[in-house]
């Protein structure tokens, strides 16, 4: 009897930390609303993969403190198909269960999401992964954008393209808000620089998988190059049948499409010579990047790319930023904080995150890169948020690139 009550208060104590270990455990909740099947799913899947590695990685190191309590953050996600109603829908069960904050990776549904983001007593901070740069133009005071506006891409992209001599661009762009926005600023950059845009001939990149009509107005134009894109897939099967059908002229992919993922699907350089996109992630020029890309293609068993890196960039901020507000549920003190995150260099990041602006975009450096050779160039970096000199210095003084900083203002 005597070892037998021994052995009951023994359980009895394992048990009460058990409890105080687990169940015990304070917890910060963040949600993610976003296509999760459908056409858009790899897309999807990959920024929802960046937030859950940082998750894992600041949770394996113990969470963050705030004024001396510990805390370890939870990841839930939703599939809203982007749609915008869905989306709205999985906000508000995110928020009635605690969220503060909450990820959205399309504009169609960031834009719906910023008319409940402030509303009293239901208040959270949206973090949003478009490039549009009309997400800044809404005013939201309690949101973040993460990756850079395509404005810088499609500008730099437009550089490199007429520094190869074409003068004739056609454009074969997705439909939708943000193909429009893209078509509509590249045409006005490209006329600018005193360049022609030959045909403007839009296709479905979520329905179509034939894209020989466009495909036959476009060449019947004679471009020397096409702008072109939208998910990674489609764009691939662009350039095949492009290809296919005679054309020996360059691609200019919009920003939502990568060159390596389309060469993954293609298996063949050769088709993508003379591609101009945004850098494939392997050639980052970070001491980080390389390590992140390897964990992140042996978990997911699949290329890493920029919608998983600045996604996992972002989430370490916002845990930064909740450390430095010193509050967890006062989402207006957070994102007043986010200044304090940064920087987020490349020796400790697998990219580089120097600031917020004031409209609250995220200082995150873009990488363009061309296909030479059948092999990708050494990616140019362009800082696009220094308004002066003296600030481009700085970046130059404290970034960890390898590469030469090129200091280009978004249009």
């Known amino acids: 009897m005597k070892y037998l009550k021994s052995f009951i208060c023994l359980m009895a104590v394992v048990l009460m930390f058990s409890w105080a270990a687990v169940g015990g455990a304070e917890e910060i909740l963040i949600g993610f609303t976003g296509p999760l099947s459908g056409p858009a799913a790899e897309y999807g899947q990959d920024c929802v993969n960046g937030i859950e590695m940082a998750v894992k990685d600041i949770n394996a190191a113990g969470g963050i403190k705030v004024k001396g309590a510990s805390y370890l953050f939870k990841l839930e996600k939703l599939d809203d198909r982007v749609d915008p109603t869905l989306a709205v829908n999985n906000a508000r069960r995110f928020r009635s269960n605690g969220a503060v904050a909450i990820f959205s990776p399309v504009f169609n549904c960031i834009a719906p999401l910023m008319k409940i983001n402030e509303e009293n007593g239901n208040e959270f901070l949206l973090m949003g992964y478009t490039s549009t740069p009309k997400a800044t133009q809404l005013g ?10 395509f404005t810088i891409y499609n500008s730099s992209f437009a550089d490199m393209a007429w520094q190869q001599g074409w003068r004739k661009a056609a454009m074969l762009v997705t439909l939708g808000a943000y193909g429009d926005e893209n078509r509509a600023f590249f045409k006005t950059y490209w006329e600018k620089l005193g360049g022609t845009i030959t045909i403007d001939k839009p296709a479905n990149y979520y329905t179509e998988t034939d894209f020989s009509s466009q495909l036959a107005a476009v060449l019947a134009t004679k471009p020397d190059v096409m702008f072109i894109g939208g998910p990674s897939a489609p764009t691939a099967l662009v350039v095949e049948q492009a290809r296919t059908m005679g054309f020996k002229g360059g691609f200019i992919f919009i920003d939502q499409a990568r060159a390596d993922y389309a060469a993954s699907i293609l298996k063949n350089n050769k088709l993508l010579e003379n591609t101009i996109s945004v850098a494939a992630v392997d050639s980052i020029p970070f001491s980080s990047s390389v390590a992140f890309n390897k964990r992140y293609s042996s978990t997911h068993k699949r290329i890493s790319n920029m919608e998983a890196i600045q996604n996992y960039m972002a989430m370490r ?15 207006a003190a957070i994102r007043a904080s986010f200044p304090k995150a940064f920087p987020m260099l490349g020796d400790q990041f697998p990219t580089e995150a120097h600031g917020i602006t004031s409209d609250g975009r995220m200082e995150i450096f873009p990488y363009v890169q061309m296909v030479k050779d059948g092999k990708p160039t050494r990616p140019a970096v362009y800082a696009w948020w220094p308004k002066t000199q003296q600030e481009f210095n700085q970046v130059k003084k404290i970034t960890k690139s390898t590469s030469h900083l090129i200091w280009k203002k978004a249009e």
């Open 140 to 149: 939201n005071k309690l949101a973040v954008l993460i990756p850079p506006p």
């Open 317 to 331: 901020a916002l845990a930064r930023a909740i450390v430095a507000s010193g509050a967890v549920n006062n989402i």
